[in-house]
Each structure stands twice: as C-alpha cells, then as structure tokens.
Nanobody
Framework: HVQLVESGGGSVQAGGSLRLSCAASGWTSGRYCMGWFRQDPGKERDGVAVISSDRRTRYADSVKGRFTISQDNAENPLMLQMDNLKPDDTAIYFC????????????????????WGQGTQVTVS
C-alpha cells in the first residue's frame, strides 16, 4: 500500500520562500514519475512540477525560475523549493506519483497519476 505524505506548507509574505516535502512509503517501482500539483477552491487541480526516475524535470510556465523540484534518490523525499512566492501561488499543494518511467506530455493532468497525498496549504499574502 503506497502512501504519500506532504509537509512544509504554511503562510509567507510575497517574495518569501517555502520548501515542501513529500515522503513516500510502500513504493517499490524503480520507474516512476513524481510531482507536485496545486488546487485553488473552485478550480481544477493543475501540475506545477514533475521529476521522473531518470531525473528529468518539467515545470509549469508560471513557476519556472522560481520553483525547483528535486529528489536525491527513490528512497529520499520529493522536495519542492519555492522562492519569490506570489499571492497567485496560494493553493493546496498535492504530491502525486505514478509507476511509469516518463512523465509524458500530459503530466499536468491529475488523471495521469495514480497515488496522491492529502495536500498541504500554502498561503502567500
């Protein structure tokens, strides 16, 4: 049974930084794509950044140059360093994973992922 648990959310002023962490348990696949999504109330969940087991990364245009996704290896937590935060970054952030090597062209679609964390709130004022 795979579980993803996020931590590190909180409140910060515009221009500040936060670092999110996602710990995975029960994950046995050596090939995977893991990433971060966010969702505002009343809006669809949308991909922010992903990293595959071959260490390729992708970012939404809105966060390029400000957010960095990383994971040292499959046994370590998935991280999202968020710098120069803006009020538009306010959302619930979710960690997600799927057992395939490539993240694919549809990586921003939540339906492409199989396992989800419970989410962590990020508020930028």
């Amino acid at each position: 049974h795979v579980q993803l648990v996020e931590s590190g959310g909180g409140s910060v002023q515009a221009g500040g930084s936060l670092r999110l962490s996602c710990a995975a348990s029960g994950w046995t696949s050596g090939r995977y794509c893991m990433g971060w999504f966010r969702q505002d109330p009343g809006k669809e969940r949308d991909g922010v950044a992903v990293i595959s087991s071959d260490r390729r990364t992708r970012y939404a245009d809105s966060v390029k140059g400000r957010f960095t996704i990383s994971q040292d290896n499959a046994e370590n937590p998935l991280m999202l360093q968020m710098d120069n935060l803006k009020p538009d970054d306010t959302a619930i952030y979710f960690c997600a994973a799927r057992a395939r090597l490539n993240c694919g062209a549809r990586w921003r679609k939540p339906g492409e992922f199989d396992v989800w964390g419970q989410g962590t709130q990020v508020t930028v004022s």
